[in-house]
């Protein structure tokens, strides 16, 4: 049986996104523009379109963009490594920052996060499907500091291929993982998940150090689909949204507002941006081999029963408090 490609659905029917309407004044790069995605839709399918998360991540980690809004946010909670990046391209001397992104279709996200890093020792590792490499390649050529890999969700042998190429575990530490707009197809849900168990566990991740941040957009579409994807992400790790501060304005004096959650466009409240850590304890629990028993929570908390986690189900009941406020 041919296994179909994930990039391109039967009832594929997508034009480009837009910058402007996702909450981006510009973004001036003719790799990303209208023209190159419908080109690269035509390629690569799904994989050639920069998603609207896309733009929420860049909102978060790319403080340069020119936001419609962001000149109002005074802080975010947690701020974004982008942030406290040193000149070196590294979070001290003897740990070379190490970032890796699942799922990056164009590179957009990467080439953004990419041109943070001004050391040769710190790098970006944009990652897809191997048959999208070929897109990415092209498009990040320029970026010195930024290397494509091939990953395939759920691929354990991908996940240590690059981990040896990088020798991660060991002379380098994988710092953050990037995650935008990858929750989706339901049957991409298990593989998903499984992956990002990987690159959070031995041999990728050592027992002596901390584990990669997981920095995660996603707008949502069809929730009932998409939940399962959070009531399982939610028992393998500790997530929550990035918070936001605003400037309240009066009397031409900037005043501090209250913490909300971070929603990078205004009234966009099915975005979400969260920051999310491997649950130290789940290191010794049983990943189950079959994508059924992962979704359903076996393994999680050392046992064999189905479960969930209502993290995401409760962050959306208090956004819709928040909402009617």
Known sequence: MTRSNPNFPSDLDIKPSSSVLNGFNQLSDDRFGADAQTQAIQAYGIAGRVWEASYAMLAYLDRASPTLDGHDVITLDPPPFTETIHLSGSTSEDDPLTILELGSGTGL????????????????????LPEVCSLLQKN????????????????????????????????????????????????????????????????????????PRIIVSYKIRSLAKETSFWGAFGLWFTFAPVLARRRASGDGERNEGRWDRFVPVPGQDETFVFIGHRRPESRIWSIPEDDEGLLGGVGAWGTMDHKVDDTFETMLLMSLGTMDE
């Open 109 to 128: 996200v990467a080439a953004r996060i990419g041109a943070y890093l001004q050391h040769e020792r710190a790098i970006m590792v944009a990652t897809d």
């Open 140 to 211: 990040l050529r320029g970026c010195a500091t930024v290397e494509v890999h091939p990953l395939s969700w759920g691929s354990h042998q991908d996940a240590l291929s690059i981990a040896s190429s990088l020798a991660l575990g060991s002379a380098r530490r994988l710092a953050y993982i990037i995650c935008s707009d990858l929750v989706y197809f339901p049957a991409l849900l298990a593989p998903l998940l499984r992956t990002l168990l990987h690159l959070t566990s031995e041999p990728v991740v050592a027992p002596s150090q901390p584990p």
